[in-house]
């Protein structure tokens, strides 16, 4: 997905923007995948290196659409926040978030990342329900 998706705008917090995720944001993806907890996974088989991570931003399909978390005042992606397994006959659809760097948990981000994911999905998509996983 690109800037000019139409379906997937930018969405513009006090700390945090979403904007489309792109292939640039592959490099700092697959650098900081390697920090992560060796027992978390954001799914199975996770892609870990750079072209990995390209391979998987231009694969991405209309059931899901994924925003780079950036802060305010920057482009880089600091973490991820997604819609996916969209299902519009049946208004239902997932979400998840991750932020990329430690020294960004838990101080709120999320909450502010999960509002504008959440706004978006029930006012303008017009979603019913949508299921969130929560890992510790």
């Known amino acids: 997905m ?19 995720i792109e292939p640039r944001d592959a490099l700092v993806l697959s650098e900081t995948s390697l ?13 870990v290196s750079e072209t990995a991570f390209r391979h998987w931003i231009n694969s991405l399909d209309t059931d899901q659409l994924v925003w780079a ?3 305010t005042d920057q482009q880089e992606a600091i ?10 006959v049946h208004r239902t659809a997932e979400t998840g978030m ?7 948990r838990g101080k709120g981000l999320g909450q502010e990342i999960k509002t504008l994911v ?10 019913h329900a949508v299921k969130c996983t929560i890992d510790e």
């Open 69 to 71: 978390v950036c802060r």
């Open 2 to 20: 690109t800037d000019s998706d139409p379906d997937q705008p930018q969405m513009f917090g006090e700390r945090i923007w979403l904007r489309p």
């Open 118 to 127: 959440l706004d978006f999905a029930f006012d303008v998509m017009g979603i």
């Open 35 to 47: 920090n992560v907890d060796s027992d978390w996974a954001p799914r199975p088989n996770p892609p």
């Open 79 to 88: 973490g991820t926040a997604s819609l996916r397994n969209i299902d519009l």
């Open 98 to 104: 991750g932020l990329l760097y430690p020294e960004d």
